[in-house]
């Protein structure tokens, strides 16, 4: 992988994982580093989570209260 200075590491990878956050839930895998797993934004995605700034909470979507939303293209 390639993190954010621009380095590169080899790490494992794992999964398949399943993910439960509120009222939404989704498959996912994870890097793992050192002793820390990285799970990434897809997850976010997947589940129509967003992260609200003021409160500093992650949260469903408003706009989608109830099941999750996606844009499809």
């Known amino acids: 992988m390639t993190i954010a200075d621009g380095s590169r590491r080899l790490c494992s990878y ?3 994982i399943h993910l439960k956050y ?5 498959l996912t895998g994870a ?3 050192g002793e820390e797993v ?3 934004a ?6 129509d989570l967003i992260i609200h700034p003021a ?5 469903p979507n408003p706009e989608n209260p109830n099941i999750p939303g ?3 293209k």
């Open 14 to 16: 794992v999964g398949p």
């Open 22 to 26: 509120a009222n939404r839930q989704c």
């Open 31 to 33: 890097m793992v580093i």
């Open 38 to 40: 990285l799970l990434g």
């Open 42 to 47: 897809i997850p976010i995605e997947d589940m």
């Open 55 to 59: 409160q500093l909470k992650l949260m």
């Open 70 to 72: 996606a844009i499809v």
